[in-house]
């Protein structure tokens, strides 16, 4: 069938929206009609950088329906309202032992532009386009491996939830997947955009005692404190070693990174206290730290998480349970765009005006 999507050509070109044509859904896939696509840093990091080939259709947070479901698929049904997050192949051993998020094939499935059976659903005349996350969201309907879709409740708007597949579950799930915090505990979160909100948000649920959200931007620390931060520091204008040693009485139990930047790194790791354990999920470049003193000394653990560690299958919808009951607002990070504005979307997501921009469609 014939779909508009935004094509990236090549490297740091913009998004160009044009027609193309979409294949059928072969076994154990399904068609879904896009209602909206979150905007994430990663689609970012593809278009300019070159971790995917080109042409390639970006997009992998996105949110719909389903209207075609092909043979084999035993979970989904016509008209089911779904989420679509990340591809892994449900086979290896961590996928197996609910890891998926390390699958074997994690970087071949979601970056190799490309699908399971290696072949492309996406062309534009005779030239293949690239297949970005096994979904490639950034256009009106996708073909999708049924392993990588979740289906979620029909009562909450479906245009929100496509953040859901991937940046919000990253922070939400480093917190409750992985480090796990202890009741009453302290946990610092080092960048508040989308990723560390929902990381703030989540240790909240998780009944931290202290949280502390530190940033260089007021408008987004003030937004912290209204989903759930205890303490705001502007790492510009304090020192946030200290502040935090000295409202715990020592350093945070935990700690989570977003923001990739060296020295704020090192900061997540000298603000521990002894035992205390840092997740990095922000894309850091290469760097120097003291292993003896930053992490063996003190007996600190340093860990990347991807996805946050998560079963989206499993996650996505406690989420959705938590967003339902007023726990996990997520709502207050987003700002919507109309399909057509997707590179004002992307200028305002890497300036900092919008904190998740969605991009809403109309398909019906």
Do not use: W
Request: charge should be negative; hydrophobic fraction near 40%; charged fraction near 20%.
């Amino acid at each position: 069938m014939e779909i508009k999507a935004a094509v990236t050509h090549a490297q740091g070109k913009p998004f160009a929206i044009e027609h193309v044509t979409l294949s059928a859904p072969g076994p154990n896939e399904i068609r879904v009609r896009i209602v909206a696509t979150g905007v994430c840093h990663t689609d970012a990091v593809a278009r300019d950088l070159g971790v995917s080939p080109y042409p390639i259709v970006l997009g992998h947070e996105g949110s719909g329906v389903v209207e075609q479901i092909g043979d084999n698929v035993t979970r989904l049904a016509v008209g089911d309202h779904v989420v679509m997050s990340f591809a892994h192949c449900g086979q290896c051993e961590n996928c197996l032992t609910g890891h998926p998020t390390v699958c074997a094939r994690f970087n071949e499935l979601n970056f190799g532009g490309r699908m399971e059976d290696g072949t492309c659903r996406l062309h534009q005349n005779q030239t293949e386009l690239g297949t970005f996350f096994g979904q490639s969201s950034f256009g009106t309907h996708v073909v999708a491996h049924e392993r990588n879709v979740v289906k979620v409740d029909k009562d909450v708007d479906l245009a929100l939830l496509g953040p859901l597949g991937c940046g919000i579950q990253t922070g939400a799930g480093t917190v409750l997947n992985r480090l796990k915090p202890e009741f009453g505990s302290a946990i610092a979160i080092y960048g508040c955009g989308a990723v560390g909100l929902s990381a703030i948000m989540a240790a909240r649920i998780a009944g931290c005692r202290h949280i502390f959200a530190i940033d260089v931007h007021d408008s987004r620390l003030a937004l912290a404190r209204e989903l759930g931060a205890t303490h705001t520091l502007n790492g510009a204008q304090v020192d946030v070693v200290e502040e935090i040693r000295a409202v715990t009485g020592g350093g945070a139990h935990y700690a989570v990174e977003t923001t990739g930047v060296p020295p704020v790194v090192r900061q997540c790791l000298h603000a521990l206290r002894p035992l205390g354990q840092a997740a990095i999920v922000g894309v850091t470049p290469e760097m120097k730290i003291d292993v003896h003193n930053d992490l063996m000394a003190e007996g600190k653990s340093m860990i990347g998480v991807i996805e946050g560690d998560s079963v989206p299958r499993v996650f996505i919808p406690q989420l959705v349970d938590y967003f339902k009951a007023g726990l996990f607002p997520f709502d207050k990070l987003v700002k919507f765009y109309r399909f057509e504005q997707i590179n004002e979307a992307f200028e305002d997501s890497a300036n900092g005006t919008t904190v998740k921009p969605i991009l809403k469609f109309d398909t019906e």
